[in-house]
């Protein structure tokens, strides 16, 4: 029977088991140029020595005012690649794989003198008005999605992740809620994500699956909900997704259709229903930290992999712990083996 700690395999991906570490920004470049520092180091490292099968770094963005702020990490340039190597090859050493975040903020750049985004709408009342994007500079970004996985994968990356949901650029393309243009990108609101993903995949080498985070319900009045995700999830899956990373929101102020939830595995049905629509890979995530309900969801064939995020924050070896509760054999580092039980 397969459970959280049965090993999971998609083309060249082998994972010891189906606990990820989700993005997570960090906000600690502090000379601002992108490069990770000694606390990405750290912070990724401490996770896979604390069992995590997969761990994918936040949020990385493929040019300056791609940033959410001039704290986040970066691929827009070479020299952001050797320190990204080294958390990949120390990681590597303790069984665990990674995946790399790579995005663009668009109207939610927050330090970006003027934001870009599909249409000039801003995401409060506090925020910048972004600018439209031209048809030409949607094509720049475009090729600069394709670069940074470029880099990505000459860092040595097991996987990739393309930046869809909580209102990121991708996510303001596809949402009719922020997305008014009247030329090709208007028309076809997935269009603009297709040609990302297709541009990435070109990249990539054969056997490595892309994933893909979705936001599969929006909570603004006139927001999309299941049934639109599912149709532009379709196209991206055409287009080259391999997995999709289910997540909700982040487009707007929560008001019309509901609000996220605030139980355990609350986004749980959509993950589901995108992989049964789709009969696709997913990854689960939102308050799965308890590790009978991580395990129930893989075992409940819910979700092939479950993303626990806030849990790993407070303690880098959630995984090994998750195996001495559920009675779960896993590899405990030598060092450690005397804070656990025989297993």
């Not at 189906?18 to 520092?37: F, N, W």
């Not at 997969?54 to 704290?71: C, N, Y």
């Not at 393309?173 to 008014?180: A, K, M």
């Not at 102020?253 to 890979?281: M, S």
Request: glycine letters at 10%.
């Amino acid at each position: 029977m397969t459970d959280l700690f049965t090993p999971y395999q998609l083309k060249g991906l082998t994972l010891k088991n189906r606990v990820v570490l989700p993005p997570m920004c960090q906000y600690s470049v502090e000379k601002k140029d992108g490069i990770a520092t000694e606390w990405h180091y750290v912070h990724y490292v401490s996770r896979a020595v604390g069992g995590a099968g997969l761990i994918i770094i936040e949020m990385t963005d493929i040019e300056p005012d791609g940033r959410t702020t001039d704290f986040d990490l970066g691929l827009r340039s070479d020299e952001q690649i050797p320190p990204l190597a080294r958390i990949v090859e120390a990681a590597h050493q303790y069984g665990a794989k990674v995946g790399i975040q790579i995005a663009h903020a668009g109207r939610k750049a927050e330090d970006a003198a003027v934001p870009v985004a599909p249409s000039a709408i801003p995401f409060n009342a506090q925020s910048k008005t972004p600018k439209a994007l031209s048809t030409d500079e949607i094509k720049q970004l475009v090729e600069k999605f394709r670069l940074a996985v470029r880099r990505a994968v000459k860092a040595g990356f097991d996987t990739i992740e393309i930046h869809g949901a909580h209102g990121y650029l991708i996510h303001q393309f596809q949402s009719p809620y922020t997305n008014h243009r009247t030329d090709e990108y208007g028309k076809d609101l997935p269009k603009f994500g297709r040609e990302v993903i297709q541009a990435v995949k070109s990249e990539l080498p054969g056997n490595m699956p892309l994933i893909l985070r979705i936001s599969a319900k929006e909570y603004v009045e006139g927001g999309y909900g299941i049934k639109e995700s599912i149709a532009f999830s379709k196209e991206y899956q055409k287009a080259g997704v391999d997995i999709f990373h289910v997540s909700s929101g982040g487009e707007g102020p929560i008001g019309g259709d509901g609000k996220p939830g605030t139980h355990a595995g609350y986004q749980l049905p959509l993950a589901r229903e995108i992989k049964e629509a789709l009969n696709v890979p997913v990854i689960a995530v939102g308050k799965l930290e308890e590790p009978q309900l991580a395990n129930a969801v893989i075992g409940n064939e819910e979700a092939d992999l479950v993303a626990v995020g806030r849990g790993q924050l407070r303690n880098p070896y959630w995984t090994l712990e998750a195996a001495v509760k559920l009675n779960k054999k896993t590899n405990i580092p030598v060092q450690y083996a005397y804070g656990f039980p025989r297993m």
